[in-house]
């Protein structure tokens, strides 16, 4: 029942956003910025400034492309949409300017990472050493409980290569946790 | 320690939410720059808008002799007159848009 009331509220704040109203606007950003910010910020590893001024990037696109939003999928995939594709243009200016050599460490084996167990006692930063696309399907799917088919819709790939990237990335966590307890074991 | 245990472990770890981020200004600080956009946004229509009339002073330099002749015929004072709306019209339809 309650469940059906915030869907309701939810839609009429939309429609009311759609048709001009800030203040519905502000409220959805209200509603939503703790989900979208909490998603940069996983993306950005642990560059939290960054990720607060792409998700405030996310939000203005958000009120100029409100007309866009059909309803087809949840708001707040198409949000997640919008900050995915920012954090993309971003990372990939960044990466041209030579200012941010995310990359190098994205794409690093997770070998090059075990003989650092503090490193690995942290999940989120055993993560940020997965591929961008690893780290944004786990994050979606597992984390945020989305299907396959809306994270798919929002990285804007083939739902094989969501799969995909789910399981190399959880392959390469769970080998960094494995490589971790053992080390663990060992000097208790 | 075996393996299924550490997938567990795992498993738990990924499907934990994220946390929750209080607002510390957050919203606010859209608000502002949605404002700043806002403003730019009326800044560059009303200039252009202001070149768009200065054009049409220079490009149709209205005289007595000009009016007279306009009034005169009426299929160039449509003309004249479409002339003169089309730009004011879509600067309209821009900003109202």
């Known amino acids: 029942m309650r469940d059906m009331a915030e869907i309701d509220m939810m839609q ?27 998603f940069l910020r996983r993306l950005c590893k642990t560059d939290v400034s960054l990720a607060d001024d792409l998700a405030q990037e996310c939000f203005l ?5 409100m007309g866009s939003y059909d ?71 597992l984390t945020s409980g989305m299907s396959h088919s809306e994270a798919a819709q929002i990285m804007d790939m083939p739902l094989g290569s969501v799969k995909s990237h789910i ?5 390469k966590l769970a080998e960094a946790l494995h490589v971790w307890k053992k080390e663990r ?3 208790e | 320690m075996n393996r299924e245990s550490f997938e567990t472990d ?16 957050f919203v606010a600080k859209v ?12 800044i560059v229509l009303g200039a252009a808008f202001l070149v768009a009339s200065v054009d049409l002073v220079v490009a149709f330099p209205v005289s007595a002799f000009m009016v007279a002749d306009v009034l005169a015929n009426p299929a160039v004072a449509a003309v004249a007159l479409i002339a003169v709306l089309t730009p004011l019209v879509s600067f309209a339809i821009i900003a109202g848009d």
């Not at chain 1, 995939?77 to 995310?102: C, H, M, N, V």
């Not at chain 1, 399981?167 to 392959?171: E, L, M, P, S």
């Not at chain 2, 795992?10 to 200004?25: M, T, V, Y």
């Open chain 1, 12 to 38: 009429s704040l939309i429609t009311a956003a759609q048709s001009g109203s800030d203040y519905a606007f502000t409220r959805l950003v209200r509603l939503h910025q703790s989900s979208v910010r909490a």
């Open chain 1, 71 to 141: 309803g087809e999928g949840s708001f707040l995939s198409w949000l997640f949409g919008i900050a995915y594709r920012i954090f993309l243009d971003d990372y990939r200016k960044r990466k041209r300017r030579k200012l941010l050599d995310i990359e190098r460490s994205a794409c690093a084996p997770v070998e090059s990472i075990a003989p650092n167990i503090d490193m690995k006692l942290d999940l989120e930063r055993a993560l940020s050493f997965l591929k961008i696309e690893e780290r944004t399907a786990i994050t979606l799917c």
């Open chain 2, 31 to 42: 608000l502002a720059r949605l404002e700043k956009k806002k403003r730019t946004r009326d």
């Open chain 1, 61 to 65: 696109k958000a009120h100029g492309k």
């Open chain 1, 185 to 187: 074991l060992q000097s």
């Open chain 2, 10 to 25: 795992l498993d738990a770890l990924l499907s934990a939410p994220l946390e929750p981020i209080a607002d510390n200004g």
């Open chain 1, 167 to 171: 399981a190399r990335g959880r392959t």
